[in-house]
């Protein structure tokens, strides 16, 4: 059967994963916070991006998806987006996935807390990495993590900020969910069910912080890691950090996780080179808004050419035409292309992408859009909806 067939949907490939992955792993990727109101709200808020088809067209057209970035055309307008702790979703998750993006020629983002270090990755996708830093609170590590990863060859460090303090996430407390992650009965119970993913971790060994694993004490207990790690992690990002960041780095710069055009404006006047509209997948903060809602205030806010990312809540080529119709010149998909690579290793998320490039063709052409920037013109306002 062919993976078409096997998988028509970035909707299916979830509900294989879910199959697939242990309930503990699965919450994780899953779950926000509280009660989960802002993790719900990207979806729903996404969903109710309408966009009004031109059907009348002076002649037949081949859309165009490419979009230039940070001096470079690439030929498509989103990635998988950073994600922490892809290896406990699927093992060599981080490779799986930087190999099938590479391999379209899009950008491999890297997180910090990622399985596989910046070195492991950077050799697969040389200067198509793009490196997600979580600052910390000694800046001798901060500058040595930002070194590596330039010599692995980076082209872009993305800086989050919107992970201020330490968050309970019911659905991990719940599990017993742990960094790095500690295996009781209940956990051991679950994997027991998944033989595959049991296998596949067994050949690959228990998920390290690959890339932070050197900045830990010798001999620490896997107990203690966690701690550890909280207490080195510098959760809030102030303005000089990050001029002495944007400094320091000589690459592309993008300051991820903003949802106030003023926090734009200012980022956007220190000379970072983009802004990623965020709210880190409504894993943060539950009274958050989605970042679709306030993409076309912050669009206004920094002005049209100045460099938009955008992510929250997308799950096909649709989806990244209405992060675009909002404001947004680029798309970050972090859920979905775990469940491909759970559902089907490195061919699943390379299936990912050529579904999601099919979806936002027939969307453009559906739309009468013959480049990305048109897709703004065919965006119905909220206000004129509801009127």
């Known amino acids: 059967m062919t993976l078409d067939r096997r998988f028509p949907s970035i909707h299916v490939m979830q509900e294989r994963a879910a199959r697939r992955v242990p309930r503990f792993a699965l919450g994780y990727l899953e779950g926000g916070i509280d009660r989960e109101v802002c993790l719900e709200a990207n979806i729903d808020a ?11 067209v002076d002649e037949a057209f081949e859309p165009d998806p490419s979009v230039t970035l ?7 307008p989103f990635a998988p987006g950073p994600m922490g702790l892809t290896g406990l979703i699927w093992p060599n998750a981080p490779a799986l996935i930087a190999r099938a993006a590479t391999g379209h020629d899009l950008p491999a983002c890297l997180s910090s807390f990622a399985t596989m270090s910046v070195e492991e990755i950077g050799a697969i996708a040389g200067s198509n990495l793009w490196f997600q830093l979580y600052c910390t609170v000694d800046p001798a590590i901060e500058n040595d993590i930002v070194d590596r990863a330039e010599a692995a060859g980076a082209s872009v460090l993305i800086v989050t900020v919107d992970v201020p303090t330490r968050t309970r996430r019911e659905r991990d407390i719940a599990s017993g969910l742990s960094v790095p992650p500690r295996f009781d009965r209940t956990t051991l119970t679950d994997i027991i069910a998944r033989p595959a993913w049991a296998l596949a971790m067994l050949r690959a060994g228990i998920p390290q912080l690959r890339t932070l694993e050197r900045y830990m004490p010798k001999g620490l207990p896997l107990s203690a890691m966690g701690e ?3 207490s080195m992690t510098d959760g809030r990002v ?9 400094e320091r780095w000589k690459g592309a710069m993008i300051v991820k996780g903003l949802l106030n055009p003023d926090d734009a404006v200012r980022v956007r006047d220190m000379g970072i080179d ?4 965020s709210n880190h997948g409504g894993r943060q903060f539950d009274a958050a808004p989605a970042p679709v809602e306030v993409l076309p205030a912050i669009r206004r806010a920094v002005g049209a050419g100045y460099p938009l990312l955008a992510d929250g809540g997308v799950r096909s080529g649709i989806d990244v035409a209405r992060m675009i119709a909002c404001g947004a010149d680029f798309v970050l998909m972090g859920r979905a292309f775990a469940y491909a690579v759970a559902a089907g290793g490195e ?3 390379d299936h990912a992408i050529n579904i999601i490039r099919a979806d936002l ?5 559906q739309a009468g859009t013959p480049g990305l920037r048109d897709l703004s013109a065919c965006r119905v306002a909220a206000e004129r909806r509801s009127a």
């Open 238 to 246: 102030t303005a000089g950090k990050l001029e002495r960041l944007r």
């Open 70 to 76: 940070f001096g470079r055309t690439w030929s498509l």
């Open 274 to 277: 983009a802004v990623a509209v």
């Open 228 to 230: 550890h790690l909280a």
């Open 361 to 365: 063709r027939q969307a453009m052409v």
């Open 46 to 56: 996404l969903r109710r991006v309408v966009l009004t088809p031109r059907a009348i």
């Open 347 to 349: 061919a699943g998320v």
